[in-house]
């Protein structure tokens, strides 16, 4: 039996696809937001500035960064 | 290699409008093309973008801005432009004798392997007493570990005025007393006139001509 949130490979298409789709969508709006952060914190030169790209713009990319090689390995056909 | 802060910010914006552009059309990873694009956006361009933005901060976290952004610093900051070659931060500072936008980094860092590494940890100490802690008054701020003749010494060790300066060699042993640190160069008759903020208000402060 397949764990919750990973189809079968021999699911429809459409629906993994889908599934896929919106793993990306949310991989990718978490690098967004932390590379904004990122970008917002070099507006000054002070040690919140520093605290806000080590606490806030790194964690957001990183966890984007996971979540995105996660759902292409879940993507990814089992070996025959 | 020095990358410009400008290119760097670009280049972040660039990865950041790209990922926007996958979050808004994720319809784009269906085919092969989309995919590799997918991966360039979301894990190679990011993971640049945060390793230059860490470096970058990394190296601002150096300047003598940073540290004289914090209002506890800021007589420390004033002490730079006392009108006194006694005061030893004001003449390195003022003669640039240390590099201007690094002053602080300069004097405080400890070179050794790991001395940078240890910089950034007690600036980390600083910020959680900034915010999190109990704040000093700025004259009772003390050094964590007494001041190394070895930070001295890297720039001065070998300098042929630091060596043959007959203060440093009044007595048998003192110049070897100073190289090894058993010796203190803030030693009460020697350079013992630091920032000394308590005093700065009856200094006189050099203002550069523009």
């Known amino acids: 039996m397949p764990a919750s949130g990973s189809p079968s490979?021999?699911?429809?298409?459409?629906?993994?696809?889908?599934?896929?789709?919106?793993?990306?969508?949310?991989?990718?709006?978490?690098?967004?937001?932390?590379?904004?952060?990122?970008?917002?914190?070099?507006?000054?030169?002070?040690?919140?500035?520093?605290?806000?790209?080590?606490?806030?713009g790194l964690p957001l990319v990183a966890a984007g960064i996971v979540m995105f090689l996660l759902a292409i390995l879940k993507a990814s056909p089992p070996a025959a | 290699m020095n990358i410009p802060i400008w290119l760097g910010v670009a280049f972040t914006a660039l990865a950041a409008v790209l990922t926007l552009l996958l979050a808004i059309k994720s319809e784009l990873t269906r085919n092969a093309p989309g995919r590799?694009?997918?991966?360039?956006?979301?894990?190679?361009?990011?993971?640049?973008?945060?390793?230059?933005?860490?470096?970058?901060?990394?190296?601002?976290?150096?300047?003598?801005?940073?540290?004289?952004?914090?209002?506890?610093?800021?007589?420390?900051?004033?002490?730079l432009m006392v009108d006194d070659p006694s005061f030893i931060p004001a003449v390195h500072y003022q003669n640039h004798l240390v590099p201007t936008g690094h002053a602080c980094y300069t004097c405080h860092t400890t070179y050794t392997l790991f001395g940078p590494m240890d910089a950034k940890l007690e600036g980390l100490h600083h910020m959680y007493v900034e915010y999190l802690g109990t704040v000093p008054k700025p004259a009772s701020i003390r050094l964590y570990h007494p001041y190394n003749n070895r930070e001295c010494l890297h720039c001065h060790e070998g300098m042929r005025a630091f060596m043959t300066e007959p203060n440093h060699n009044k007595t048998p042993?003192?110049?070897?007393?100073?190289?090894?640190?058993?010796?203190?160069?803030?030693?009460?008759?020697?350079?013992?006139?630091?920032?000394?903020?308590?005093?700065?208000?009856?200094a006189s402060f050099w203002k550069p001509k523009p």
């Open chain 1, 9 to 56: 490979p021999s699911a429809p298409a459409a629906p993994r696809n889908h599934l896929i789709e919106r793993r990306i969508r949310v991989a990718a709006a978490l690098v967004a937001a932390g590379l904004v952060a990122q970008l917002v914190s070099f507006l000054w030169i002070h040690p919140l500035a520093f605290m806000a790209f080590l606490l806030i």
């Open chain 2, 36 to 79: 590799v694009l997918a991966f360039l956006v979301l894990f190679i361009l990011p993971v640049m973008a945060s390793w230059g933005g860490f470096s970058a901060q990394m190296s601002r976290a150096e300047s003598t801005r940073f540290c004289l952004s914090c209002h506890v610093m800021q007589d420390y900051g004033r002490s």
């Open chain 2, 173 to 202: 042993g003192l110049m070897a007393a100073i190289l090894s640190d058993q010796k203190s160069c803030l030693s009460s008759g020697c350079h013992d006139t630091v920032h000394d903020i308590k005093d700065l208000g009856y």
